[in-house]
């Protein structure tokens, strides 16, 4: 199983040992002594003896543990986790990514879900309203359930809701950190079939009923109310009994200004520029999308970063007065950039932000850590490529 030969690479022998022992996994008689290739070996042998039940358990553990151990997961399990000491002690991010899993179960579950909240914040799942600042969140368990009867009522959806509510650290557009709350939705779905294999031949139809998932941030000192959820209609609803229920407040929220992306100031070669003191080292256009008005066809252009020509020196270069990028033909529809910044802390490497926007709204962005993320809005912003309008 490749996700179990990755993992054992980068965690430790006791977090592994603690792993197996915890979840009663058949390994007993295993020499953890033994060096890492070999363990590795006798470790992946031994798995392939497990019943197929217990290779599903192993592999969905390790999967959710591998997803929380890049730099946007750790990012989240340090603002959930109670005890942060030990986290920051532990060697690896794949050791703290299962500690938590191990240890603080539910803060791992907590950093899944603000993982999926920031995951989808200001794309196109995203709604944020603004209510006055200062109101009170209502967490009592009388308000919960009304919420609760609210949320049942909206949809047409199954009799179970569950609300998990929780408090996290949301990072600030000015650099700066907010206390906020994050609720958790969860309710039961419309019934739905689906086929399955009893014994070796039968096959039968089951009937199970899927979770719909949405989420809430709200911060108290700003009024901002954020909500998460596949439909706009639905962002709406929920926002309205929330607001209602636990902000006990009877006006509609004001629906706040989405962001659109513009990709039309990346057409003239105009020049990004930075603050010093964001310890950036250059900026580059590397490939922009693009099509035509008449809707017949669509180019792509792209340069390496390293390139000494830049991307507009190119497509002049190769198409003359024939350029796509100023024949007034084509508009962009994708771009990427690459800002790299100077190393830190003694390193001899350069650490580099790549910067991928889709128009209307789509800009990976949102998977990256409280820290690019806020580097990269505020210079999208200044290039004029990420615009609030009211929707």
Not at 18 to 34: C, E, H, I, L, N
Not at 77 to 105: C, I, M, N
Request: proline share 4%; aromatic share 8%; hydrophobic share 35%.
């Amino acid at each position: 199983m490749p996700i179990i030969r990755q993992f054992v690479r980068h965690a430790s022998v006791e977090i592994l040992r603690d792993y197996f022992s915890r979840k009663k996994a058949p390994v007993d008689g295993m020499d953890w002594t033994q060096d890492r290739s070999t363990l590795l070996h006798t470790l992946t042998q031994w798995v392939d003896t497990f019943t197929p039940e217990e290779r599903i358990r192993l592999r969905v553990d390790m999967e959710r543990v591998q997803q929380m151990s890049d730099e946007v997961g750790q990012a989240a399990l340090l603002g959930a986790v109670r005890d942060v000491t030990k986290l920051k002690s532990l060697p690896s991010a794949q050791d703290r990514s299962l500690w938590t899993y191990l240890h603080e179960s539910e803060s791992f579950r907590h950093a899944e879900d603000i993982r999926y909240a920031d995951q989808y914040r200001h794309g196109r799942n995203w709604s944020g309203y603004q209510v006055e600042t200062g109101l009170r969140l209502r967490s009592d368990e009388m308000s919960l359930e009304v919420f609760k009867d609210r949320v049942r009522s909206l949809f047409g959806l199954g009799e179970k809701v569950k609300v998990d509510l929780f408090r996290r650290v949301l990072a600030a557009e000015d650099g700066g950190q907010s206390q906020v709350f994050q609720i958790m939705v969860y309710q039961e779905g419309l019934p739905d079939s689906y086929l399955e294999f009893e014994g070796e031949n039968d096959i039968v139809s089951r009937i199970r009923r899927p979770i719909s998932e949405h989420a809430i941030i709200y911060c108290e000192s700003n009024g901002a109310v954020e909500v998460v959820a596949a439909k706009a209609e639905r962002r709406d609803a929920i926002a309205r009994a929330f607001t209602e229920a636990l902000l006990a407040r009877g006006v509609e929220a004001e629906r706040t200004p989405l962001r659109r992306y513009d990709l039309e100031p990346l057409m003239t070669n105009q020049t990004l520029t930075w603050d010093a003191s964001d310890g950036i080292a250059s900026v580059h256009l590397v490939m922009l999308k693009l099509k035509d008005l008449a809707g017949l066809g669509r180019l792509q252009i792209e340069t390496p970063a390293k390139s000494i020509m830049g991307l507009h020196e190119y497509a002049q270069e190769y198409f003359s007065e024939h350029s796509p990028l100023t024949s007034g033909g084509f508009v962009p529809t994708q771009a990427k950039l690459v800002i790299r910044f100077h190393p830190d802390n003694g390193s001899a490497r350069s650490k580099t932000l790549p910067v991928r926007i889709t128009l209307p709204n789509g800009c990976d962005l949102r998977s990256r850590t409280d820290k690019e993320r806020l580097i990269g809005e505020k210079y999208l912003k200044q290039w004029g490529l990420l615009n609030d309008i009211h929707g």
